[in-house]
């Protein structure tokens, strides 16, 4: 295994040197640098010319420059652009920027791609499937710059005018909670009958709930209250349970339960903690969280049910910690929506410049820009995730194991959790870590349209000026994180399959 | 380095050891099956025939109504030809009158007119055609090039076999739109054609990995063995044993190539990295008029309409012709 | 039982840590909860901010590298001088608040400059003799091989002012005539006067004596440290420099930069003028398109995009914003090419195309839709609201009646006369939406009238490979930035040593003609009002007599601000906007 790391390892180096050869000869010849000296006034123009030529070195040949660049690169100076200025420390905010803005859109849209992929898959053929897949290819096709637009004008413009007079139209109302209704009715399974009843109820309950926050004008303060983080947090005992043990059992129920409830009595124990935290304040209070539920689930699972009710109550807590964390953000959404102009969604850039808030008024901050460009990124990913969960799922599904789980008279549950999603989604993590890889490169579309200047801006930059430094800086990182994530995905995949030889 | 075993659209899974047998008995009569057997799956495929339609629609609409170079087309007005601007508002009509429309027709500028007066109908046809024949030039230089280096690769192994994919490695590093856009900036420039060839030329390796996997296997296979043992030439047994039998993989994947080729070219074109004025394309026209959406908004959604048709209805013919060859791999948009 | 008894224990437990969590952090008070504005009880107070598409670079402007117009915006109100562009018209105005200056003489022309006695930098150090002395020695030339400078036009003929440490007057005697010698003084943008005691010190001297002396002396050699620093050491590399290296002569100074995202002005403490309307100023960067829809969402307070009709017509359709349209110097032009091809020896063949250029169609289609009032531009050298204006137009008008309004027919027929007809003309232009559109328009007339227009539209136009460095043109379009200066456009139509690439300057057409030489000296030596108008005439007639070049339209311009925001006043040279940014508040 050393070995064939240690090979793999030394292939990806001469791969990554060879391909930034290809990028730097490329990226010397997209424009000339001294296009916009020669534009300047003529007592300006031979200096700004010198100057520029010196500092580009660009009378020296490609290849000098090349391994000048190169020699420069690996001891982590990556050169001054056409301006003079530091490529590295450009490089770094523009990479933070993307990595902010590409975390929260890939974990978004693993974690929902694939559950609708498995929700999918499992019921088949059905007008859900149908459904589910249609929207998927339109999703897949769209250009991401089209519907940014259209997202910037629709969501952020006209949801910050509705937000002054939070007012959901009954015709509005009535189409979410069809969808929903449909949604629900297409997921659940059994007859008709309980299709129907499914159906009917979830509709009633959207548009029931729609009229009341419509009325209530919960959407220009919004907060959940006490009563529903209760009901969320015990309805995730009960619905985390059910995933990992099913409810035929006390003891992981029992965890589950009371880990929800220690989050209650959290959630008004900790109110003077939570009114300012700091990051620091958070992580330690998730750690804690995570150590509570487990010594919960270790103590009441006992011997034989401790594999079970670790996780239900470990899930269920951090499940209640999160509702909590939600609640705490949208009861600061008035005092930040007010000191935004009552405007939080925001159409361009990362931050409001010098923004001084409480952390949840900066979290919001940045909840308000990243929500346009995260879901762009979700609507156009999501695709790849759904359909091919949906197909890694359905070859599981007709294995000879799964029948043989099914003929032997396992519930539909185990059937599903042990046999096919473990088995299933073994595929999918070598997708996503080569998935991941090209995600960098990726993002500078979505970057172009919201208006962020990050890896994107500064790769078009460079080819705008015909500077090679930072179009090798992008390259650096976004080529690096490709070859990288290859790497890993071939190790990765290498270990997870016995039938792959490691000569 | 091995990655093909990916799993598949399991729903044809049954037809297809049906159709691997045949294949090893005889060639003339189990190829006509094959072909009906796939041809039977395709047009069962709902998706794939409303894709086959819109694909049709599409093309069918932009190159009858403003012709093709020297063949002219029923729609009276050019792309290039500018006049006064009459409110610039679209004239096209769905709704009949007796529902209170103003009846169905096409008006003076079904799509409205841009800042010169010429009729966007016309350009938005002319940027379908570029876009179209930019996707499918991408799509025809990425497959040969892609299957000439997976096939090479797969059967000779050895040092060509390195070298080939250690190039495809390297060509797999570079992100896309950082390759497509130093060429872009570099070629685009000098037209459409030359733009496409060398897109084409950056977008190869997925194809060369899939053939490649592809043809590793089929190389192990009896009839291959057999021809080998006879002392066919290495060419003749890509050509007449090998690439036949690989033929679904490659449709399928210049299939989905094309459609992806359609949004590369648009992004690019968006980022002005791509299709040049006075040329235009669909990408194109969006970053023209970008700024339209509140007050020409018709400038700024018909190009978009245009885009998506074309990418879904492409993705629907690979989706269904995926189904109908059952290739073991699947998608990944980059 | 027992269970339940584990059951409570556990919760306990679970409590206590929870509690001792909390009385950890309870300790931060309830401060920071009125989202920052915190207006103060006196001084100004308030945010306005503005979105600029380019980044800012360098905090010293008066570099060579670091000319751009998005790093003036920025240092506008940061470095201070004795006059700076602004008004309606952008013309010169003096900054009485720095330092009153007065012309003396005109022959030799002298200028008593005398700097404000309560000028200071930010940092408390008088602005005075070693920053006067580090100025003329820069913009002079003196030193070129230490110090980089955008040009030393002027400056260059004038004597080394006389003065000593703590000294604040001086005077800038020229050895010759220089029409534009009050932007010639120490002013704004490149022009601009730079702390000297932060360079001296950075280049390592012990005292400001030491650095006047070095300054005075002949040798460049003890002066390469701080050379360096001068041209490099302000340019901003993802971080502020260190605030002691950037003491501000204005209202603001620059308190914080978040790399490609925003800076942020604070007001002055030191600023002895009037105090700024707002307490800060944020330059937010945002690219041209996304500005009108930041606007609208209350991101920024003030936009001023390059105007395309849509950019346009989305601002005037939005409810809530103000906006101002106008015209800017910067002007649109056809040129011809003298050196090569169909029109270089060919006046009546200039004539005829001049005849098929659409220039009012132009205008109704692509600059109307932004400014209504906009008119067709007859002359190129003076703005519609610049002195002299009014005498190069009624100087022209003979042959702009002639030649210079649309007539295919009259086009046609010329070139039937000079069997002319099908002649291919290729017209070059840079890339973009409003010269594409307009190239097709020429395209078109200019076919009707018998031309075969190649309209050649290219992203490396300018590049010194591209179509107008190496005459690869017939016709070229594009804009020349314009100013209230004469000095600016001198170089345009003067004979050229060698028409090539390096050689040609900005006479991209390479023209030729002495008697405008002869001209364009005689304008550029004149310190009279009156005499450079009258010149400034003839050269325009010349222009068009010769048919050298064809000016088509004034670059459109569009401000526009959110609700309750005051005294925002567009002008229409390069400085842009923030030439008034100290009297910006928002309500």
């Known amino acids: ?503 | 380095m091995t990655r093909n075993a990916q799993p598949a659209g399991a729903e044809t899974a049954p037809a297809a050891p049906g159709a691997a047998n045949a294949t090893a008995h005889g060639l003339t009569i189990v190829a006509r099956s094959q072909g009906q057997l796939i041809r039977r799956r395709f047009f069962r495929h709902r998706g794939a025939l409303f894709g086959m339609f819109l694909f049709l629609v599409v093309v069918v609409l932009s190159i009858s109504s403003i012709g093709l170079g020297p063949i002219p087309g029923w729609w009276d007005k050019s792309p290039t030809e500018t006049g006064t601007v009459t409110g610039g508002g679209p004239t096209l009509s769905v709704l009949p009158s007796f529902l209170g429309g103003g009846g169905v027709h096409l008006g003076e500028h079904p799509f409205g007119q841009d800042n010169i007066g010429r009729d966007y109908f016309a350009l938005t046809m002319r940027g379908t055609q570029v876009s179209l024949m930019i996707a499918i030039v991408v799509g025809l230089v990425s497959t040969l090039v892609g299957t000439i280096i997976g096939a090479a690769a797969g059967y000779f192994r050895g040092w060509i076999e390195s070298v080939l994919m250690r190039v495809t490695d390297v060509m797999i590093a570079i992100p896309t739109l950082l390759i497509a856009g130093l060429i872009g900036s570099i070629v685009a420039d000098r037209g459409v054609v030359l733009f496409a060839l060398f897109l084409g030329l950056c977008l190869w390796t997925q194809i060369a990995r899939l053939v490649r996997g592809e043809v590793l296997s089929l190389r192990e296979k009896e009839y291959v063995e057999a021809a080998r043992s006879v002392g066919t030439s290495a060419g003749r047994i890509i050509f007449k044993h090998i690439l036949p039998n690989a033929m679904g993989i490659i449709i399928v994947s210049a299939t989905l190539a094309i459609a992806s080729a359609v949004l590369t070219e648009s992004a690019l074109s968006f980022l002005d990295l791509g299709v040049q004025p006075p040329d235009t394309s669909l990408g194109r026209q969006i970053n023209d008029y970008r700024t339209a959406l509140t007050v020409r908004p018709w400038l700024f959604y018909w190009p978009g309409v245009f885009i998506i048709a074309i990418a879904l209805s492409v993705n629907f013919i690979g989706d269904g012709l995926r189904d109908a060859f059952d290739p073991r791999q699947t998608r990944v948009r980059d | 039982m027992t269970r339940f008894g584990r059951t409570s224990k556990l919760v306990a437990a679970a409590l206590g840590g929870v509690l001792v969590l909390s009385a950890c952090s309870s300790s931060d008070d309830d401060s920071g909860d009125d989202g920052g504005e915190s207006p103060g009880a006196s001084g100004p107070s308030g945010t306005v901010t503005y979105a600029m598409a380019q980044p800012w670079q360098s905090w010293n402007v008066a570099t060579a590298g670091a000319n751009s117009a998005a790093n003036g915006q920025v240092m506008e109100q940061v470095i201070s001088g004795f006059w700076t562009y602004g008004n309606e018209d952008g013309q010169p105005i003096p900054n009485e608040d720095f330092g009153t200056f007065e012309k003396v003489s005109d022959d030799p022309l002298t200028v008593n400059y005398t700097i404000n006695d309560a000028a200071v930098w930010s940092d408390g150090t008088p602005i005075d003799c070693d920053d006067i002395l580090l100025w003329w020695t820069v913009q002079s030339g003196t030193f070129d091989s230490v110090f980089s400078a955008v040009g030393t036009q002027g400056v260059e003929d004038t004597a080394r002012p006389e003065c000593a440490a703590g000294d604040k007057a001086f005077t800038l005697a020229y050895d010759q005539p220089f029409a534009d010698w009050v932007t010639a003084g120490p002013g704004h943008g490149n022009n601009a006067m730079l702390p000297a005691h932060v360079v001296s010190q950075q280049g390592g001297f012990g005292s400001e004596e030491e650095f006047i002396a070095a300054l005075q002396g002949d040798d460049p050699a003890p002066l390469e440290a701080a050379g360096e620093f001068y041209n490099n050491g302000w340019l901003i590399s993802g971080a502020l420099p260190d605030p002691a290296l950037i003491p501000s002569s204005g209202p603001y100074i620059v308190s914080e930069y978040v790399a490609d995202q925003s800076i942020t002005l604070t007001a002055n403490p030191e600023w002895w003028g009037e105090p700024p309307a707002s307490e800060t100023v944020v330059f937010r960067t945002i690219a041209e398109e996304e500005q009108v829809q930041a606007l609208q969402n209350g991101e920024v307070d003030i936009i001023e995009p390059q105007p395309t009709v849509d950019i346009a017509q989305q601002i005037q359709a939005a409810s809530g914003i103000a906006n101002e349209v106008g015209d800017e110097y910067t002007y649109e032009h056809l040129d011809f090419n003298f050196n090569q091809g169909v029109f270089a020896d060919n006046l009546a063949l200039r004539q005829a195309f001049s005849l098929c250029v659409p220039r009012e169609q132009l205008v109704d289609n692509l600059i109307r839709p932004v400014v209504p009032d906009s008119t067709v531009k007859e002359v190129r050298n003076v703005a519609p609201w610049d002195s002299g204006y009014e005498e190069a137009v009624a100087a022209s008008q003979p042959v702009i009646d002639e030649f210079g309004v649309q007539d295919i027919e009259r086009a046609r027929q010329i070139l039937e006369e000079e069997d002319a007809v099908g002649t291919p003309v290729v017209l070059g232009t840079l890339e973009n939406q409003r010269r594409v559109d307009a190239g097709q328009l020429i395209q078109a007339a200019c076919n009707e009238a018998g031309f075969e227009v190649d309209f050649q539209p290219a992203a490396d136009f300018f590049d010194t490979n591209g179509a107008l460095a190496q005459n690869r043109f017939d016709v070229a379009m594009y804009a020349w930035a314009g100013a209230a200066d004469r000095s600016g456009w001198n170089s345009t139509y003067r004979t050229v040593t060698e028409c090539s690439a390096e050689g040609k300057g900005n006479n991209n057409g390479c023209y030729s003609s002495p008697e405008m030489d002869e001209l364009l000296d005689q304008v550029l030596r004149t310190s009279v009002e009156e005499e450079a108008i009258e010149l400034t005439s003839q050269i325009e007639l010349l222009l068009w007599e010769d048919m050298v070049t064809i000016p088509l339209y004034q670059h459109p311009g569009i401000t526009a601000w959110g609700q309750g925001v005051e005294n925002v006043i567009p002008n229409p040279s390069q400085n842009g906007i923030a030439w008034n940014a100290d009297q910006w508040s928002k309500s």
């Open chain 1, 1 to 503: 295994m050393l070995v064939f790391i240690a090979r793999r390892l030394f292939v990806s180096i001469w791969v990554f040197l060879a391909a930034s050869v290809l990028v730097f000869i490329l990226s010397t010849n997209v424009r000339d640098p001294l296009a916009e000296a020669r534009q300047l006034p003529e007592t300006a123009r031979e200096s700004a010319i010198r100057v520029i030529t010196e500092r580009m070195h660009l009378e020296d040949p490609v290849l000098v420059r090349y391994f000048r660049w190169l020699s420069d690169a690996v001891t982590g100076n990556l050169g001054v652009n056409r301006q003079g200025l530091d490529v590295n420390a450009r490089l770094e905010t523009a990479f933070s920027a993307t990595l902010q803005l590409i975390t929260g859109a890939t974990v978004l849209a693993i974690i929902i791609g694939i559950t609708i992929g498995v929700i999918s898959a499992l019921r088949q053929y059905s007008a859900l499937d149908q459904t589910v897949t249609f929207i998927a290819f339109v999703c897949f096709s769209l250009p991401l710059f089209w519907v940014g637009t259209l997202l910037k004008q629709f969501l952020a413009l006209d949801f910050n005018d509705w937000l002054a007079d939070p007012v959901i139209s009954p015709l509005f109302i009535g189409g979410i909670a069809l969808i929903t209704g449909l949604f629900c009715g297409g997921v659940v399974v059994g007859d008709r009958r309980s299709r129907i009843t499914a159906f009917v109820s979830s509709t009633a309950a959207m548009a029931i709930l729609l009229s009341v926050l419509s009325a209530t004008e919960w959407f220009s303060d919004p907060s959940l209250g006490p009563i529903v983080v209760a009901l969320t947090a015990i309805g995730g005992a009960i619905g985390f349970t059910t995933l990992v043990s099913g409810l035929e059992w006390k003891p992981p129920l029992q965890a589950a339960l009371i880990a929800a409830a220690v989050g209650i009595v959290a959630y008004f124990a900790l109110d003077p903690v939570l009114d300012d935290p700091q990051l620091l304040t958070i992580v330690l209070l998730l750690l804690v969280t995570v150590g509570i539920c487990f010594a919960i689930g270790w103590f009441l699972g006992g011997d034989l049910y401790r594999r079970n009710a670790i996780p239900a109550a470990v899930l269920t807590g951090v499940f209640t910690g999160a509702v909590i964390f939600v609640d705490r953000m949208l009861s600061s959404f008035q005092s930040y929506s007010a000191s935004v102009n009552n405007r939080p969604i925001s159409t361009v850039g990362a931050e409001t410049p010098n923004y001084e808030g409480t952390f949840w008024e900066s979290g919001l901050d940045s909840f308000g820009h990243l929500a346009l460009p995260t879901l762009a990124l979700v609507l156009i990913s999501l695709a790849t995730y759904t359909r091919y969960t949906r197909a890694s799922m359905l070859e599981v599904m007709n294995q000879d194991y799964v029948r043989t789980g099914r003929a032997k008279g396992l519930s539909e549950r185990a059937v599903v959790t042990r046999h096919v999603l473990r088995n299933g989604l073994i595929p999918i993590t070598t997708l996503i870590a080569y998935d991941i890889g090209t995600i960098v490169g990726g993002a500078v579309v979505t970057e172009q349209v919201f208006g962020w200047s990050a890896m994107g801006s500064m790769l078009f930059d460079g080819i705008r000026e015909g500077d090679p430094m930072p179009i090798m800086a992008f390259y650096v990182v976004s080529g690096g994180a490709i070859v990288l994530f290859n790497m890993v995905a071939d190790i990765a995949y290498a270990f997870l399959d016995p039938r792959i030889r490691l000569s």
